[in-house]
């Protein structure tokens, strides 16, 4: 295949959404539709013992919840699919934001009966703001759920984007029908209560005013049917591809992940109409997939993908050209040529070792501390891919070691904690004493918990009161160095050596803002 061929048929995305809205369920099912897997497995389930491929960490598995992002590759009728499987909880959000930047499209879950929550709004926002391609699940469907057409209307509404529906359910709850497909002008229904597996048997309803409707689903529900199918094709606007790749239009599918209902129409027409992988901006140029050299970023990196390796993993999203197994590369931060001899492939923690990679592919590679998220390798162009962001954590506590036999490896734990980005880490000018910022409460329970069982460390959390931490830099040196000889008791560094302004108060941060004019106060960072 051309490497024209080869970026036309992959389809990169993330599925995103407010936790419990069925997010890893759907990508379950989605892995197995794709013939990844032979039966999927449950977050949280008593009758399935099986858990969920995409949730491989233990506290994952013990929580019901994700809390870092796993990578899934498949192929599906000749199509290469990456699913990136993000965490909802927002406390985990900036894992989200990053792996937004690695993806071409998104689809967004929605629980049918609580309809769009919080954390969906603030995703949907970064999703605007990139003008990154979406597609809506609205999830649930076995349970009583809103009104179809509320839901629609509340979509356009909250998440402010046109909608068209591609498919629409036959009622909702105990009489949960199926999905009628508006795409394809098919019905599919499930005839069996095989649902952990993809050969239940469905019947095939290619028209639906013939009256075989009535003998699968009911006079009432065909009729209710046909009437919801023609209130939405005379309501909503023909679907328009060119709409939906700008982002100006998501479509909509119905379903039910856990029952299978909704998910192969979803998958079917995602593979039709996604976009391929599209071009990355960096700070000097637009990076074309099609380019014939290669080059790739850093967007996320995992310590203890195999807790019994204590192998660190570097995930690098190829934007263009061919990556290959034992040719050097430019990381150009270090300016060091490098090259990979087991660089793999994923399915969620199993790993596979691959030998060439194309524009849209995620690869793993090994990693023994060098690198940073942001990081590019090219095969010598010096460029820096942008809007990969970093925010200023609103959450502090000191770290002590609970443990002095254990002094190294605590140190060890939290170096490699850090560089995943799941929580920064800051050093007090004042006293030395470390400080762990982060974006949510429940990060600490994850930092401690990974800590005690992946390193062997125990640590404890003390109170610190701080209000916003910012990343300052100046021009004008002597006023930079006034202001940090001043502030000194509320300065830091954090882990790449930035100086950091820890503001304890609002007013305090104001009135530092206000009398320092030629000070930048940052409270994003970009890598």
Not at 94 to 102: H, I, M, P, S, V
Not at 123 to 129: A, E, P, Y
Not at 196 to 213: F, G, K, M, W
């Amino acid at each position: 295949m051309t490497l024209r061929e080869e970026i036309e048929r992959r389809r990169t995305f993330a599925i995103i959404s407010h936790p419990d809205a069925g997010k890893t369920t759907l990508t379950e099912k989605l892995l197995l539709f794709g013939g990844a897997i032979h039966v999927a497995g449950a977050v949280k389930s008593n009758k399935i013992r099986k858990t969920a491929t995409s949730d491989f960490m233990e506290i994952e598995r013990q929580r019901g919840i994700s809390v870092a992002t796993s990578v899934m590759g498949f192929e599906y009728r000749d199509v290469k699919i990456n699913i990136l499987d993000t965490p909802g909880h927002e406390d985990f959000a900036e894992d989200t934001y990053r792996t937004l930047t690695a993806v071409d499209s998104v689809i967004i879950v929605i629980d049918g009966a609580k309809g769009v929550e919080t954390q969906t709004r603030k995703l949907m926002n970064v999703c605007r703001m990139r003008k990154t391609p979406v597609m809506v699940f609205i999830n649930k469907l076995d349970r009583p759920c809103k009104d179809p057409f509320d839901l629609l209307d509340e979509v356009e509404r909250e998440l402010q984007i046109k909608v068209r529906p591609l498919a629409f359910p036959i009622s909702s709850g105990t009489t949960f029908k199926g999905v009628y497909n508006l795409y394809e002008h098919n019905l599919s229904l499930f005839t069996s209560d095989e649902r952990q597996t993809a050969d239940a048997s469905t019947v095939e309803i290619s028209d639906i005013s013939l009256p075989v409707l009535d003998e699968y689903v009911g006079g009432r529900y065909a009729a209710q049917l046909r009437s919801d199918v023609e209130l939405v094709e005379g309501v909503y606007d023909a679907f328009d591809r060119d709409a939906y790749l700008r982002g100006d239009v998501a479509p909509v599918f119905f379903g039910s992940a856990v029952n299978n209902f909704g998910v192969r129409e979803l998958l079917e027409c995602f593979v039709r109409i996604a976009p391929s992988p599209r071009p990355s901006a960096t700070e000097t140029r637009a990076v074309e997939p099609a380019e014939a050299r290669m080059t790739g970023f850093i967007f996320k990196i995992h310590a203890n993908m195999d807790p019994n390796h204590r192998d660190r993993i570097a995930f690098m999203k190829i934007c263009s050209g061919m990556f290959e197994r034992n040719k050097n590369y430019l990381h150009v931060r270090s300016g060091k040529q490098l090259k990979f001899s087991s660089p793999t492939a994923f399915m969620a923690e199993k790993k596979s070792v691959i030998d060439e990679a194309f524009p849209g592919d995620i690869v793993g590679l090994h990693d023994t501390g060098t690198f940073k998220i942001g990081d590019t390798f090219t095969e010598g162009e010096k460029l820096k891919f942008t809007g990969i962001p970093s925010f200023s954590p609103e959450l502090f506590r000191y770290i002590e070691n609970a443990d002095p036999m254990k002094f190294k490896q605590l140190a060890k734990g939290i170096d490699q904690l850090m560089d995943e980005g799941v929580a920064q880490l800051f050093t007090s000018s004042l006293n030395g004493r470390k400080i762990i910022g982060t974006v949510g409460a429940l990060q600490f329970e994850v930092i401690q918990y990974r800590l005690e069982h992946e390193y062997g460390a125990k640590c404890r959390w003390e109170p610190i009161s701080i209000y916003k931490a910012c990343w300052i830099d100046s021009d004008n040196a002597e006023q930079l160095a006034d202001f940090k000889r001043r502030k000194h008791t509320n300065m830091a560094v954090d882990k790449h050596g930035r100086d950091v302004f820890l503001a304890d108060t609002s007013y305090a941060l104001s009135l530092a803002q206000e009398n320092f004019k030629d000070i930048r106060f940052r409270f994003t960072s970009e890598f």
